[in-house]
């Protein structure tokens, strides 16, 4: 894994924690698990959702990480069920490199109107949120922030909420 990019994860933890927000991702390593040791150094708090329905779930058949988490919710919903509940808990989804996972979360966010962060220049799907938009020209009031910069998204994401925080209009009932 590109040392560089988990340094930014890092500091994009430590901004999360700074604004005193908390950090939620899907529990999972890589570059989300970077962010969380990033925003646990600086006192914030670290909840993970996973996949798994139980710790041993989790930590053998996942492969995750349970260190500096500090809440885990176990949903059994697996990688994909999983991903709609952390978007939904979220208030700012933050998008950094990813893949087929992020890419789901992104769409659900969007389609959502939810506020969104992309960390630019970290490879995956995140260097393509820009090319995908014009394919999708849905307009659900998603507003979308962009920068390579972590602490700078993070605060210019965070002010934008605290000054005009987005309205989510319930979803339509089942019928």
Not at 3 to 26: D, K, S
Not at 33 to 55: D, F, N, Q, R, W
Request: hydrophobic share 40%; with cysteine.
């Amino acid at each position: 894994m590109d040392e560089e990019i988990l340094e930014r994860c890092r500091t994009l933890g430590h901004a999360i924690a700074e604004e005193g927000c908390a950090i939620l991702t899907g529990g999972c390593p890589g570059l989300p698990h970077a962010a969380v040791i990033g925003c646990k150094e600086k006192g914030g708090l670290t909840i993970g959702v996973s996949p798994a329905l139980s710790i041993e779930e989790h930590v053998e058949w996942y492969e995750s990480p349970l260190d500096n988490i500090d809440v885990m919710i176990y949903t059994g919903a697996g990688l994909m069920g999983r991903e709609i509940i952390g978007v939904r808990s979220c208030d700012i989804v933050v998008i950094v490199g990813g893949r087929s996972g992020t890419l789901g979360e992104f769409s659900i966010a969007y389609d959502e109107g939810r506020m969104i962060a992309v960390l630019t220049g970290t490879g995956g799907v995140a260097d393509h949120i820009q090319t995908i938009l014009p394919v999708i020209e849905k307009p659900t009031g998603s507003r979308i922030f962009f920068d390579d910069d972590p602490r700078r998204l993070i605060q210019r994401s965070v002010a934008s909420f605290r000054a005009d925080p987005p309205i989510i209009a319930p979803r339509e009932a089942a019928g």
